[in-house]
C-alpha cells in the first residue's frame, strides 16, 4: 500500500499514509493546522530577530515553507534544521498545493525538497535549510535551539518517539528558555514532558482540536 495524497478541510493537501494509517496533517485543514500550532504558538510567540528552529518530521516541507513565507514578512533570520527517516517521495511533493494556497512561487516548495542532506542551504538572505535523514533517535548535532516543531506521528501510532528518553533529549537539544511545540495535548505526553523538567501549558488548539501544548525549558525558573 503506499502514501495518497488528500484534501484536508480547509483546501489543502495532505498525504495518508496507510501503514501507520494516520494522515501527516489534521483532516481538519493541514494550513490551518501548522499556522495555528507552529506559526502563531511557535515562530511568533518568540520575540528575537534571529532563531534556531528544529523541526521533528520534515514530511510535506508545510511548516518549512510556512516558516519561511514569515522569516520574509517580519524580517527575522532563522537556521531552520529539519529530521527526516523516510523523505516524501518527488512524485508527491510536486502535486501539494500549499504555495497555490499561501500566495507563494511553485518552486519555493520545491527549493525545500530539492536541497540535499545534511547541508545546510541559504535559501534566502533570511533563511537558511539544514535536512537531516535520519530519524531523531539517532540524530545529533552541536546546535541549541530556540523553538522545536514536535510534528511526529501520533502517540497512539508512534508510540517510541513519544517516551521520556525522546523528550530528554529534546530537553537538552534546548537553549534556556526554548520550548516545544505539538498539536498533542493527550494526557500521558504532557506527564512524560513534566517528569524530564519541561514547564507544560496547554493553548487552545487548532479548528476541530481542544488543546495543543508548548513546553518550556524555562532553566531560570528552577
Ligand atoms: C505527522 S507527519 C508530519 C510531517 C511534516 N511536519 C509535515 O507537515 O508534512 C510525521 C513525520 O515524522 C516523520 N517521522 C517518522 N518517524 C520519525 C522519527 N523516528 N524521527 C523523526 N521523524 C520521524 C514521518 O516520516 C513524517 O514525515
Known amino acids: 500500500m503506499s502514501n495518497r495524497i488528500v484534501v484536508?478541510?480547509?483546501?489543502?493537501?495532505?498525504?495518508?499514509?496507510p501503514k501507520i494509517n494516520e494522515c501527516y496533517h489534521s483532516k481538519h485543514?493541514?494550513?490551518?493546522?501548522?499556522?495555528h500550532v507552529f506559526i502563531k504558538n511557535g515562530f511568533?510567540?518568540?520575540?528575537?530577530?534571529?532563531l534556531n528552529i528544529l523541526e521533528v518530521g520534515f514530511g510535506t516541507g508545510l511548516n518549512a515553507l510556512l516558516t519561511y513565507q514569515k522569516t520574509?514578512?517580519?524580517l527575522i533570520k532563522v537556521n531552520y534544521h529539519a529530521i527526516e527517516p523516510c523523505p516524501v517521495d518527488e512524485d508527491y511533493y510536486m502535486k501539494l498545493n500549499f504555495t497555490d494556497l499561501i500566495g507563494l512561487d511553485k518552486e519555493k516548495l520545491l527549493d525545500l525538497h530539492n536541497c540535499t542532506w545534511e547541508e545546510r542551504h541559504r535559501i534566502s538572505s533570511y533563511?537558511?535549510?539544514?535536512?537531516?535523514?535520519?530519524?531523531?533517535?539517532k540524530y545529533k548535532t552541536n546546535v541549541n535551539f530556540d523553538i522545536i516543531y514536535f510534528?511526529?506521528?501520533?502517540?497512539?501510532?508512534?508510540?517510541?518517539?513519544w517516551d521520556e528518553k525522546i523528550f530528554k533529549k529534546l530537553y537538552g537539544l534546548l537553549k534556556d528558555n526554548g520550548f516545544l511545540v505539538t498539536?498533542?495535548?493527550?494526557?500521558v505526553v504532557k506527564r512524560t514532558m513534566k517528569n524530564v523538567g519541561f514547564e507544560v501549558v496547554v493553548l487552545d488548539g487548532p479548528p476541530g482540536k481542544r488543546q495543543m501544548t508548548r513546553s518550556n525549558k524555562s532553566i531560570s525558573e528552577r
Open 8 to 17: 484536508t478541510n480547509d483546501g489543502s493537501h495532505s498525504i495518508f499514509n
Open 29 to 35: 485543514g493541514a494550513i490551518v493546522e501548522a499556522e
Open 72 to 74: 520574509m514578512q517580519k
Open 127 to 137: 533563511f537558511t535549510l539544514t535536512k537531516n535523514n535520519t530519524s531523531l533517535e
Open 151 to 161: 510534528d511526529a506521528f501520533s502517540p497512539d501510532k508512534q508510540p517510541e518517539i
Open 44 to 50: 511568533s510567540a518568540v520575540n528575537k530577530h534571529k
Open 183 to 187: 498539536y498533542c495535548a493527550k494526557g
